[in-house]
């Protein structure tokens, strides 16, 4: 009875540690030309958490021929909140994000190509599935908006600059479709 009792006072802190993190990975970035992504997530309270993400994306597709190169080249980084009317790392989600991103893309409907600078803020909602008790599967969808500081080239590697500057812009972002590890 009295290790019963050590025990349980011992194991206690660990217990109120439990699901309160997770680290996912949303499956549709990689499908977006293999965007690697990693978020991170701290539960605060019962309905509120914090999140922080990365997304990085160094590859140029078809770079030996230059007329049919293409790339979504991107480093971005992301922190967050969210609100969970349910309970935590469970259920239905509501967050907002602020956001930077670097980028390099082209080549995919048109020769031309941009790269430039984005920050902004972003709405975004969805679901997470408890698959077990450190798996979630998690849905979700968001938009972003904010600025652009960019440069656009007529060609992949011809250097000829035809438009830049600033711009606004309010973009779909983050179709999730993410496996989730709860600690």
Same mark, same amino acid.
């Given at each position: 009875m009295i290790l019963t009792a050590v025990a349980v006072l011992l194991m206690s802190p660990c217990l109120s540690f439990a699901q309160k993190f997770s680290v996912s990975t949303n499956l549709m970035d990689y499908v977006c030309l293999g965007t690697l992504n990693v978020d991170v997530s701290y539960a605060l309270s019962r309905r509120w958490s914090i999140t922080g993400g990365v997304k990085y994306n160094p590859f140029t597709f078809r770079a030996d021929n230059p007329e &049919? #190169?293409? #790339?979504? &080249? #991107?480093?971005s980084g992301s922190l967050g909140a969210r609100i969970w009317p349910w309970h935590t790392l469970s259920g239905w989600w509501f967050a907002g994000r602020l956001r930077y991103q670097e980028y390099n893309k082209g080549g995919l409907l048109s020769p031309e190509t =941009? =790269? %430039?600078?984005? /920050? %902004?803020?972003?709405?975004?909602?969805g679901y997470t599935h408890m698959l077990s008790?450190? /798996?979630?599967? =998690?849905? %979700?969808?968001? *938009?972003?908006t904010g600025m652009s500081i960019y440069n656009k080239y007529s060609c992949q590697?011809?250097?000829?600059?035809v438009q830049s500057g600033r711009k606004y812009f309010l973009l779909?972002?983050? *179709?999730?479709?993410s496996i989730v590890y709860v600690f």
């Open positions: &049919r #190169q293409f #790339q979504y &080249r #991107q480093i =941009e =790269e %430039g600078d984005r /920050f %902004g803020a972003g709405l975004y909602s008790r450190h /798996f979630n599967l =998690e849905f %979700g969808l968001g *938009l972003w590697v011809c250097g000829l600059t779909p972002d983050d *179709l999730m479709i």
